[in-house]
Each structure stands twice: as C-alpha cells, then as structure tokens.
C-alpha cells in the first residue's frame, strides 16, 4: 500500500527562508500523525507543503500519489482539508452561509453542511449569527464543520487546539477520531501534546526545519484514541 | 563553502566589452554625424537633426525592450517554455527598456520645444510612450516587492502581459483621440521630413547604434541579475546550515522513518524531481 | 467555471448587502469627487459642462480603484487566499464571479454618478442608450482588469499604493473612450460619432475577460 504522504529531504523555501530544510516522513493511510516542535520549526509550512499550497525547492514530496514537485497542485488541493490559524470564514457572513459556500464551492450538498453543524453543536441561533461576531473557538468549530462535511482523504490541521475551551476540545478530538476511524489520513501540528498526543498512531518532533524523532504512542502517554473522552 | 559566483569565460567578457565600445562609439558617431555632418532639411531646419536619435530610441523602448520583455513573460508563464532564463530576460530587458523609454520622452520633449515652441504636447506618441513609461514602472515596483523568486517572477509576468495587451489598445485610443480633435492643435502631423543621402545612412546608423546599446545594457543587467540571484542562493545555502544547527542532532535517516509498509513508492514515481539542496546531515 | 463564478459573485454580493461598504462609503466618495471638482472648476458651470465627461469617467476610475480594494481585501491576507485556493473553485471562475461582483457595483455607482453630473453640472443628455451601453462595457473592462491586478496586489503590504499604479494606466483607454461617447452623447460641439468608441471599449472588455479567464489560476499559484 503506498503511502499517503512521502516526503525525502524535502526543501520549502518562504520568501529567502528554508522553512523546511531536509524533511523526511512516511505517512500510511488511515495513520494519524501529531507533529510537535517549538515554535519556527516549520510545522506549519509542513502542513501547507501538503496541502499542496506551497511549491517544493528542493528534494522529493508525494502526497496522496501526486508529486508535488512536477507542478499540479490544484487536483490535489479538492482531495485536502485544512484547518490553518486562519479559519478563511468570511465574516460579514452566517455560519450557515460560510458552511453552504464552502461545500457548494467543493461541489458537495448543502444537507451534508447542516449534518455537520449539528454534529457539531452548531445550532440554533448560532447558524444564524454572523462569523464576525463569534469568539475564535466558535470560528474555529465552523471550519471544522466545514472539514467534516468535505470527508477529504488528508486531513491537515495546524495547532487546531489552541483556543478551545474543554467542550470544543472534546468535540474536536470526537471529530478526528472520528474522521480516522473512517479512513481518512491525518496530520496534526500541536504544542498541546495532552490533546494531541491520544489521538495519534505516532509522533513527529520538529525542529530546525527537520525530523528530530519519530516515536510511536507510548501507552504511558494516554489512553487510545476511541478510548473514554469527556462528554 | 559557497561556490564561487558563474564566471564568464574570458572569450565572452571579451565579446561584451567589445559590444559595448562598439555601441558607444556608434552612439558618438551619430552623434556626430547628426549634427555636424549632415545638411539641415529645407522646412525644418535644424530640427530635424533630432530624427537621428529620437525615431531609433523610441523603437528600442517600444518594440526591441518592451516586446522583448513581454514575450519573455508570456514565455515564463506559459509552463511548457518555462525557465528562469526568461524571468531574468524580462526583468533585465524591461529595467534596460524604462530608461530608453524616459529618453524617449526627453528627447521627443526637446524636439517639440524645438519645432513647437512647447515642452510637452498631448500629441500621440509622446502621450502614448508616458503611458508606456508608467506600465513600466508598474512592472518595475512589482519586482521589488520583496518574495520569493517564483512568485516574483509570476507576478511581473502577468504584469508584463496585461501591460503589453494594454500598449496596443492605448496607442489606438490616443491616436484617435488626437487626429480627432479639432482646433488649436499645436501638433504637425507633418513632422517626418524627407529624408535623402547622407541623412538617411545617418539615420540607419542612428538605428544600429542605439540597438547595439540596448544590446549591451542588456546583457550587463542580465548578468547583473544572474550574480543577485547566485547571491540569494548563497545566502539560502547559509541559512539552510544555520536552520540546521537550530534542529540540534538529527536522527539517523533510515531509522527516523518506521512506518509499517516500507517506503514501497517506486523511485519512478519520484522521477524528475528537482536535486536537493546542499546535503542533509552535514 | 460558469457554476463557480456564479457562486462567487453570489458570495460577494452577499457580503457586500451585509455589510454595505460600498454603499455608504465608496458612493459618498463618489459624489464627494463631483463636489471636488466642482471647487476646481467652477462655480461658473460652462467649463463643468464641458468637462463633465471625463470628469465622470475619471471619478469612476478612482472609485472602481476602490471598490477593487475592497473585493481583494475580503478574501481575507494569508488565511483567506489560502482558503480560495483551497476550496476546489475553478480559479477563471473565481475571476469571473469576483469580476462579476465588481461590476455590479460599479454600475450602481455610475448610476449615482451620472446623476450626480446631470443635477450637479447640468449637463443635457441627448441619447441615454449610447450612455448605457457605454457605461456597461466599460464596466465589464474595469472589472475584468482590476479584479486581475487585484488578486495580483492581493497580501502584499503596499496594496493599497501598488493597485493605482498598476491599474489606471491600464484603464486609460477606457477613460479616453468613455469620454468621447458621453461627448458625443451629451451633444457636445465637435464631439464627431461616439461609435467607434463603444467599438473599442467592446473590445476592451473582451480583451481583458479572456487574459482574466486565461492567466487568474497561474496568477493564484503565487503564494
């Protein structure tokens, strides 16, 4: 089976800076993969390269079988969610009306959009209320609704914790496990190994713009991701 | 540590420095010939000394710098000819095309105050070429927008192409919109004097020369470009190494990369992927 | 690209009824330039009769400048074009749907101007349809250029100074066109047929679409 993500001494150059400078991974289907890492480690240019925002400089990238290094990114882009510090929700608009436009604009149902909000805890007045006005966990759980309607196969979410208060949390790792158990393949970056670290199949340290280490969950870290999560 | 900048080889330094007081000196004798040699024309006297040098440097800024650098963008963008050669082409050649395209103004400016009386007349061409000159600049504070090399080069590519779909669209407009105004006008439409003899080599000259100065200019900015962009990379390869030792030590390659199906991705899947940067695990 | 453009221009309406930027800020600026010149060229209202063409075309261009700002800007900096580019929408779609939206409100705000120079300068309107079809095309060109140099100038910090230098220019010809239609609308001496002028801002629209359509997905690619 070939793997979801591959990346050899893979080189991603931001303006003069080598933000990536000699990254290897291998990521499996269905794997979940926490990257952790001080800040400026190259986390989330990591999580952009993936998605098929950034261009390669140097060395080899593959993700989900398109090789990010021979040009066309945007087929891959339609098979990538990503869940970044920017939530790009438009403001002066409803969550209703953000949800409806991400997933017609991604060619899906708008019924998909309502069964996530819900699922979410969206509801209510709340789907009428502007994005603008809502607090940034708030924001952050409509993009998350937005990436759980899509069902894409590679999940990308860049510190997608910090923020929340203990529900949002929950509901977050619910979503992801949930989003796992279904195949999908999931990369995330975090400085909360607690929240993280229970939902992956291993983890990634960062630093310097490369793989430090790579370890597997340990059972001493928390219970399996599935396991009890708080209500 | 850092390789040394390209170098030319010694036979083309030679060729440039040649190019280069072959133009000047084809330049000085225009020059000469323009004012001193040739006879002034019976209605416009000693004006017309000024068709030596103003008609060849707006041909250079319009159809040699401009065109040269737009069709290097469009040959940029579109990805089957893409190359950095290109990016550099453009930005040499149309950095090199502003300023012929500003003596073109000048001069043309300096002709009408000879033959008008007036520093500046909205006549066509001179209006057209300050538009031209704006494009330019447009393209030229594009390219200082500080990015990275691609999308830099994408950006004033695009830049480039809209602003040579405009040229034409503009000269039509302001050509109409001058030949139809009635009344007061300042401008003689007949302004090209006959020319004959020694006027005309001269005028052939005036061409070359300001040809083989824009082709000189052009190959010193492109090399200019060529060693700014090996200094960039430079400065990359440096900070590379200084990212790398922010990482502390690195673990073993091999090992670093447990995964339950080994890499089992065919190397040809892979294949043309670009070399990678100085090597890992220095 | 029809269905994505159609999306888009949706979504950008949208927001624009919500928040009304337009509306209450970029018309005002409108009728604010119309008063401006008014002090530059009056109070007697022969030179603003005669200049009213251009007058209303150049208030058109820097407040089409305007509206261009704003519909770059709600994409948002880094995070918002990540998520255009993210989302799966055919880019020339995109362009369309954005380019769409600008237009609409520019032709809301030449409805104002017009009336503007005819109450303001008062100006007599001989034939209204060659007005009409001048303003539409023109907009359709000044759409489709600006929403390109928009998403060009998009994220970078000098925007707001790069967008007018690398926009009027271009606009230009739209400018001279569209003054000599309404010269020769309002019946101006010596203003000759508007005709071939509708002509070209015809093929200035069309022009500028099709490099639109053509050049928005590489353009996007910058990130």
């Given at each position: 089976?070939?793997?979801?993500?591959?990346?050899?001494?893979?080189v991603c150059v931001?303006?003069?800076?080598p933000?990536?400078?000699?990254?290897?991974?291998?990521?499996d289907p269905g794997e979940?993969?926490v990257?952790e890492?001080?800040?400026?480690a190259?986390?989330?240019?990591?999580l952009r390269l993936?998605?098929?925002?950034l261009?390669?400089?140097?060395?080899?990238?593959?993700?989900?079988?398109c090789?990010?290094g021979?040009?066309?990114r945007s087929s891959?882009?339609?098979?990538?969610g990503?869940?970044g510090?920017?939530?790009g929700l438009y403001?002066?608009?409803?969550?209703?009306?953000?949800v409806?436009?991400?997933?017609?604009?991604?060619g899906r149902?708008?019924?998909e959009?309502?069964d996530a909000?819900?699922?979410?805890e969206?509801?209510?007045?709340l789907r009428?209320?502007?994005?603008?006005?809502?607090s940034?966990g708030?924001?952050?759980?409509v993009?998350?609704?937005?990436l759980?309607a899509r069902?894409?196969e590679?999940w990308?979410l860049?510190?997608?914790?910090?923020?929340?208060?203990?529900?949002g949390?929950a509901?977050l790792?619910a979503?992801?496990?949930?989003?796992a158990?279904g195949?999908a393949?999931v990369l995330?970056a975090s400085h909360?190994?607690e929240?993280?670290?229970?939902?992956a199949?291993r983890?990634?340290?960062?630093?310097?713009?490369?793989?430090?280490?790579?370890?597997?969950?340990?059972?001493?870290?928390?219970?399996?991701?599935g396991?009890?999560?708080?209500a | 540590?850092a390789?040394?900048?390209p170098?030319?080889s010694?036979r083309?330094?030679v060729?440039v420095h040649v190019l280069?007081?072959?133009?000047v000196?084809?330049?000085?004798i225009?020059?000469?010939?323009?004012l001193?040699?040739?006879?002034?024309d019976?209605h416009l006297?000693?004006e017309?000394?000024l068709?030596?040098?103003?008609?060849?440097i707006a041909w250079?800024?319009l159809?040699l710098?401009?065109?040269?650098g737009a069709?290097?963008?469009?040959l940029?963008?579109?990805?089957?000819t893409r190359?950095?050669?290109?990016?550099?082409?453009?930005a040499a050649s149309?950095e090199v095309?502003?300023v012929f395209t500003?003596l073109t103004l000048?001069?043309?400016?300096?002709?009408g105050r000879?033959?008008?009386?007036?520093w500046?007349?909205w006549d066509a061409?001179?209006?057209?070429?300050?538009?031209l000159?704006?494009l330019?600049l447009?393209?030229?504070?594009?390219?200082r927008?500080?990015s990275d090399?691609?999308?830099?080069?994408?950006?004033s590519?695009?830049?480039?192409?809209?602003?040579a779909?405009?040229?034409?669209?503009?000269h039509?407009s302001?050509?109409?919109?001058?030949t139809l105004?009635?009344?007061?006008?300042?401008?003689?439409?007949?302004?090209?004097?006959?020319?004959?003899?020694s006027m005309?080599?001269t005028?052939?000259?005036?061409?070359v020369a300001f040809?083989l100065?824009f082709?000189?200019?052009?190959?010193?900015?492109?090399?200019?470009v060529?060693?700014?962009e090996?200094?960039?990379?430079?400065e990359?390869?440096e900070?590379?190494?200084?990212?790398?030792?922010?990482?502390?030590?690195?673990?073993?390659?091999?090992a670093?990369?447990?995964?339950?199906?080994t890499a089992t991705?065919?190397?040809?899947a892979?294949?043309?992927a670009?070399?990678?940067?100085?090597?890992?695990?220095s | 690209m029809?269905r994505?453009?159609v999306?888009?221009?949706?979504k950008d309406?949208?927001?624009e009824?919500?928040?009304r930027?337009?509306?209450?800020?970029?018309?005002?600026?409108?009728v604010l330039?119309?008063?401006l010149?008014?002090?530059?060229l009056?109070?007697?209202?022969a030179?603003?009769v005669?200049a009213?063409?251009?007058?209303f075309?150049?208030?058109?261009?820097f407040?089409?400048?305007?509206?261009v700002q704003?519909?770059?800007?709600?994409?948002?900096?880094d995070?918002?074009r990540?998520?255009?580019?993210?989302s799966g929408?055919?880019?020339?779609?995109?362009f369309?749907?954005?380019?769409?939206?600008?237009?609409v409100q520019l032709l809301?705000?030449?409805?104002?101007?017009?009336?503007?120079?005819v109450?303001f300068?008062g100006a007599?309107?001989r034939?209204?349809g060659?007005l009409?079809?001048a303003?539409?095309?023109g907009?359709?060109g000044?759409a489709?250029?600006?929403?390109?140099y928009?998403?060009?100038a998009a994220?970078?910090?000098?925007r707001e100074?790069?967008l007018?230098?690398l926009?009027l220019?271009?606009a230009?010809p739209?400018?001279?066109a569209?003054?000599k239609?309404?010269q020769?609308?309002l019946?101006?001496a010596?203003a000759?047929s508007?005709?071939?002028?509708l002509?070209?801002l015809v093929?200035f629209a069309?022009?500028?679409l099709?490099v639109?359509v053509?050049i928005?997905?590489p353009?996007q690619?910058?990130p």
């Amino acid at each position: 089976m070939a793997p979801a993500v591959l990346l050899r001494a893979a080189v991603c150059v931001t303006g003069r800076f080598p933000a990536l400078a000699g990254v290897d991974l291998a990521v499996d289907p269905g794997e979940t993969v926490v990257l952790e890492g001080p800040n400026g480690a190259g986390k989330t240019t990591l999580l952009r390269l993936c998605a098929g925002l950034l261009a390669l400089s140097g060395g080899e990238a593959l993700v989900l079988g398109c090789d990010l290094g021979a040009g066309d990114r945007s087929s891959l882009r339609r098979r990538v969610g990503m869940l970044g510090h920017h939530a790009g929700l438009y403001d002066d608009l409803t969550v209703a009306e953000n949800v409806r436009f991400a997933l017609r604009a991604a060619g899906r149902s708008a019924a998909e959009g309502d069964d996530a909000m819900t699922r979410l805890e969206l509801v209510g007045r709340l789907r009428r209320t502007a994005v603008g006005r809502l607090s940034a966990g708030q924001r952050r759980r409509v993009a998350l609704a937005v990436l759980v309607a899509r069902r894409p196969e590679l999940w990308l979410l860049d510190e997608p914790h910090a923020g929340l208060d203990r529900a949002g949390r929950a509901v977050l790792g619910a979503a992801v496990a949930e989003a796992a158990a279904g195949g999908a393949t999931v990369l995330l970056a975090s400085h909360e190994p607690e929240e993280a670290v229970p939902l992956a199949d291993r983890v990634v340290s960062l630093a310097g713009g490369r793989v430090t280490a790579v370890r597997a969950r340990r059972a001493a870290d928390a219970p399996a991701r599935g396991g009890a999560h708080v209500a | 540590m850092a390789s040394p900048p390209p170098a030319w080889s010694r036979r083309r330094a030679v060729i440039v420095h040649v190019l280069g007081a072959a133009s000047v000196l084809a330049v000085a004798i225009t020059v000469w010939l323009g004012l001193w040699v040739t006879p002034p024309d019976q209605h416009l006297r000693d004006e017309v000394r000024l068709v030596y040098v103003h008609p060849p440097i707006a041909w250079v800024a319009l159809y040699l710098a401009f065109g040269l650098g737009a069709l290097s963008s469009v040959l940029w963008l579109w990805t089957r000819t893409r190359s950095a050669a290109w990016d550099r082409l453009a930005a040499a050649s149309m950095e090199v095309g502003t300023v012929f395209t500003a003596l073109t103004l000048v001069t043309g400016s300096i002709w009408g105050r000879a033959t008008w009386g007036v520093w500046w007349a909205w006549d066509a061409r001179l209006t057209s070429t300050a538009l031209l000159l704006v494009l330019q600049l447009g393209y030229l504070a594009v390219r200082r927008v500080p990015s990275d090399r691609d999308a830099r080069a994408r950006r004033s590519a695009v830049v480039a192409l809209v602003a040579a779909v405009d040229v034409p669209i503009v000269h039509f407009s302001v050509d109409w919109w001058t030949t139809l105004h009635q009344g007061g006008t300042v401008t003689n439409p007949n302004l090209s004097p006959t020319i004959h003899g020694s006027m005309a080599w001269t005028l052939l000259l005036g061409f070359v020369a300001f040809t083989l100065l824009f082709a000189w200019l052009l190959v010193v900015r492109y090399r200019l470009v060529t060693l700014a962009e090996w200094r960039e990379d430079t400065e990359l390869a440096e900070a590379l190494h200084e990212r790398w030792a922010e990482g502390g030590p690195v673990a073993e390659r091999r090992a670093a990369v447990p995964t339950a199906t080994t890499a089992t991705a065919a190397p040809g899947a892979l294949a043309g992927a670009r070399p990678a940067g100085p090597p890992a695990g220095s | 690209m029809w269905r994505d453009g159609v999306l888009v221009a949706g979504k950008d309406l949208r927001i624009e009824l919500r928040s009304r930027v337009v509306l209450h800020q970029v018309v005002p600026v409108a009728v604010l330039m119309l008063v401006l010149f008014a002090f530059a060229l009056g109070p007697a209202t022969a030179p603003m009769v005669a200049a009213a063409p251009g007058l209303f075309w150049v208030a058109v261009l820097f407040t089409g400048v305007l509206a261009v700002q704003r519909s770059a800007a709600l994409e948002g900096g880094d995070g918002g074009r990540d998520g255009l580019r993210l989302s799966g929408l055919d880019p020339a779609g995109v362009f369309l749907g954005k380019a769409a939206a600008v237009a609409v409100q520019l032709l809301v705000l030449e409805a104002v101007l017009s009336a503007g120079v005819v109450l303001f300068y008062g100006a007599h309107v001989r034939s209204p349809g060659a007005l009409v079809v001048a303003s539409v095309t023109g907009t359709a060109g000044l759409a489709a250029a600006g929403t390109l140099y928009g998403a060009l100038a998009a994220g970078l910090r000098v925007r707001e100074t790069l967008l007018p230098l690398l926009f009027l220019p271009v606009a230009a010809p739209v400018l001279v066109a569209g003054t000599k239609v309404w010269q020769s609308a309002l019946g101006a001496a010596g203003a000759g047929s508007g005709d071939p002028w509708l002509r070209l801002l015809v093929v200035f629209a069309v022009v500028y679409l099709a490099v639109g359509v053509v050049i928005f997905g590489p353009l996007q690619e910058a990130p």
